[in-house]
Structures are given as C-alpha cells and as structure tokens.
C-alpha cells in the first residue's frame, strides 16, 4: 500500500491543511500522486462542518473557519492529535460507512493498547470514553468524499486546553462532555502517532475488494 506519512512537527494554520489536502485530493483523484496520512497540530481554531447550527455557538464574539467536511462545529489546537488523510476508495469498497468503522476501529484499537476502552457511537458521531457514567467525547472524526477521494480526517485529544470548548456546543451535542487523553489516565502517549498510522493501514485492508 502506497501511502505517504508525513508529520509535521509545528502547528499547522487550519486553513493552510485545508488548502493542501484539497490540492492533494484532485492529484490522487487524477492518479498524479499517492495516498496520504498527514499528522500534525492546529494553531487555536474554531471550524464548523457543512451541518453546523448557529445555535451551535455560545460564545457570538469568537471567530468560527467554515469548511466543507462533514459534521458540525469543533475546536482544535495545541495538544490535540490532528489525523488528516487523502484516501482512494475507487479501487476499495465503495462504502463511506465502512470506511468511518475503519476510522473509528483505528482509533478505538489504539487506546485500548494504552488500557483505555472507548465506543463509537451510530447517533453521535465519534470516540467516546465512559467515565463513571457520564459519557465524553475524546476524538471527532470529520471526513468529505468527492469522486470517492476521501479525505480530512479526525483529532484525538491528548493534553489540549479545553476550556475554548465552553464557548460552542461541541459537535452539536449538548449533553455530553469533551475530554482528553491526560485526564483519563496517566499515562505517557508516546508514539500514538505512530501506532494510529500502523492500525489505520491495517484496518484500510478491510476495504479491499
């Protein structure tokens, strides 16, 4: 499987992603480049997906980046894991469905090496931790596919700020917490980049025709 790991290690501007997965996606699409799975962080942003509300944000004074992947109203930054990816599904199952399972399977199979058990969820989109009964969210998944050309992708909250969620209905959802990573357990993730690249390759195996 041909694909390109790239990982930036300095905060990435939201829409500076934006422009550079889109561009990738139309070169995949015309078979001028390989697939591609890019790691990174945001600069501190507020993005709203194609069925966000209004109603979504609390805060009316903060600056929200409209983009075109699917979802609703989020935020990112510093501490949070983006994991973006320029995926060719015409030569796998054609199945958005199955390619969110892959997503969530490579994201739940993650945490669960550092002992964290997490669930998808078919009515709320995303990873979600039970923490004493009271469920949180600790990863959003966000994806566009245009001519089978799948991409954007998900963020996995490590150790990022999440106060800034305060001020917008995260995702729409208004009666579940968000969450990360540092305030379920203590442990060190390190290498969870590299751990999510190598089940998400594995997992994209279960869309082979």
Request: glycine share 4%; with cysteine.
């Amino acid at each position: 499987m041909d694909i390109e790991i790239k990982k930036s290690t300095k905060p990435i501007k939201y829409n500076d992603a934006l422009t550079q997965l889109e561009a990738r996606s139309k070169l995949v699409c015309k078979n001028e480049d390989k697939e591609l799975i890019w790691i990174l962080e945001h600069e501190p942003i507020f993005t709203a997906g194609t069925s966000y509300s209004k109603n979504d944000i609390i805060d009316k004074s903060i600056n929200i980046c409209e983009t075109n992947r699917g979802g609703k109203i989020t935020y990112h930054g510093p501490g949070q894991l983006m994991f973006y990816f320029v995926i060719d599904l015409r030569n796998r199952k054609k199945d958005v469905r199955k390619f969110i399972s892959v997503i969530e399977n490579t994201i739940i199979e993650t945490l669960r090496e550092f002992d964290i058990e997490c669930h998808a969820d078919r009515e709320n989109i995303g990873i979600w931790f039970n923490n004493k009964g009271k469920v949180e969210k600790v990863a959003a998944i966000g994806v566009r596919v245009s001519k089978w050309i799948a991409y954007h992708g998900f963020c996995l909250n490590i150790k990022n700020d999440l106060d800034p969620y305060k001020k917008i209905i995260p995702c729409g959802i208004s009666d579940k917490k968000v969450t990360n990573l540092t305030k379920i357990s203590k442990l060190k993730f390190h290498k969870i980049d590299e751990i999510l690249i190598n089940n998400f390759i594995s997992n994209l195996k279960n869309l082979n025709v």
